[in-house]
């Protein structure tokens, strides 16, 4: 008769728990709404615009470019032609000059800045991008044992609730019994003061779900009800390969070392613009005259900066190189270890549970054994209702125990994931 009882409160239970106005929360959905909702999020955005404008500035060198130059100068001394000519008057150049110049000029060749510039800030780019990932993975974490605690505290509830209706049930035959004289009102005070013990144990864990709640409403800007759900059927342990952002974040650097690096070279590669000016000025093209005139010049101009035949830039920009790449690697080889550490620990915590939630099955096992023949004892007058309260307090707190295992054990899985990155 027992069991029955007890197997319809837990259908009673199971289905009060997805009343309407209940929601159950996702854990990966926190995982989202605080990646989304987080400070970090303006980080990747702020960085993408700057990236997008960086490009357009980048492409506009390309562009033919206009260029706008004055000058008005004096000298001591200007050109002369001091060879008389019979019948004709050599003027002289004024010693003050001015002049006015319009170019426009397009580039032919680059020597790759152009390409180089492009990628640099692309890489740039992905380091900003992923440099915010990890602060906001950095965050699951928190979210991780937040919904966790919740969910304990939930399981918790359910089980006292259990507890307190097979009480009150038996308070219920008490008083009956009282009012024929078969039982005494010390009985019924001994169940009551177990019942508040009980109450006070759910208290206690709404107290510790409302923290949960509220860690979580902070961390992922949701408004989460006291009576929200936690029981999401957690993912676990997956396959598949490791995609901490920090990885991405190292191999990012790296590729930026490589993009400055390529850009440094373009610095000693030859060049070449077309131009055209269209100038003003005393004296013009002409020398020999001394008024304001108009002129224009079209052309090419060639340029290769010879510096690193003797200065050896380029031999000092690959070992800058090779040393920030060899500190990169440094960083990424001690996240490994770290995280090897971490993951060898997590490992053992996982088995830890599993053992404990195997044993807490065959304790649980008993105790259902012990509670059905204390109820057969009680009912027969061969032991007190102290006994069996104790008995079934002892059958709830193992459940419970049983129910904080399971959920460090998801826990546990989950957070390995998440050293996983996956």
Avoid at 19 to 43: E, I
Avoid at 278 to 303: E, H, M, T
Avoid at 304 to 323: A, F, G, I, Q
């Amino acid at each position: 008769m027992h069991n029955v009882k007890h197997r319809i409160l837990i259908a009673l239970l199971v289905c009060a728990s997805y009343l309407p106005g209940q929601n159950t929360l996702s854990l990966s959905g926190l995982y989202d709404a605080a990646a989304a909702a987080h400070p970090y999020q303006r980080l990747k955005t702020a960085a993408q615009n700057n990236a997008d404008l960086r490009q357009q500035i980048n492409k506009s060198i390309g562009l033919p470019q206009a260029n706008l130059t004055g000058q008005a100068s004096w000298q001591s001394d200007v050109t002369k032609i001091d060879v008389p000519l019979p019948g004709f008057e050599i003027p002289g150049q004024p010693k003050d000059q001015y002049r006015a110049v319009m170019e426009l000029s397009q580039s032919l060749l680059d020597g790759g800045a152009l390409k180089s510039g492009s990628q640099q800030i692309t890489q740039a780019n992905q380091v900003e991008q992923a440099n915010a990932d990890v602060l906001l993975y950095n965050i699951k974490e928190s979210i991780c044992r937040s919904y966790f605690g919740a969910q304990i505290a939930e399981l918790t509830m359910e089980q006292m609730q259990i507890l307190i209706k097979d009480l009150e049930d038996k308070v219920e035959r008490l008083q009956s019994q009282i009012a024929g004289g078969i039982a005494s009102g010390y009985q019924q005070e001994v169940l009551q003061v177990k019942i508040a013990e009980a109450r006070q144990g759910i208290r206690e864990a709404q107290k510790n779900k409302q923290s949960a709640i509220n860690t979580l409403q902070i961390l992922s800007s949701t408004t989460i009800g006291p009576d929200d759900r936690f029981n999401d059927n957690i993912r676990g342990m997956t396959n598949g390969a490791a995609q901490r952002p920090e990885l991405r974040l190292f191999e990012a650097q790296k590729n930026l070392q490589i993009a400055q690096y390529d850009q440094s070279l373009t610095r000693y590669r030859p060049r070449v613009n077309a131009f055209a000016q269209l100038g003003y000025g005393r004296p013009s093209l002409n020398v020999l005259s001394d008024k304001f005139k108009g002129y224009s010049i079209f052309g090419l101009r060639a340029q290769w900066n010879l510096s690193d035949l003797y200065l050896h830039h380029r031999d000092k920009e690959k070992s800058l190189l090779t040393n920030n790449l060899s500190n990169i690697q440094a960083m990424s080889d001690a996240f490994d270890l770290q995280q090897k550490t971490k993951i060898a620990a997590q490992n053992a915590e996982i088995e830890s549970y599993t053992d404990l939630v195997r044993e807490d099955e065959k304790v649980i096992t008993l105790y259902e054994k012990i509670l059905i023949s204390s109820n057969a004892q009680f009912e027969n007058g061969i032991s007190t209702i102290n006994d069996y309260s104790n008995d079934a307090n002892n059958l709830a707190q193992a459940k419970i125990r049983r129910d904080v295992h399971q959920s460090m054990l998801m826990q546990s899985k989950e957070l390995l994931s998440l050293l996983q990155g996956k």
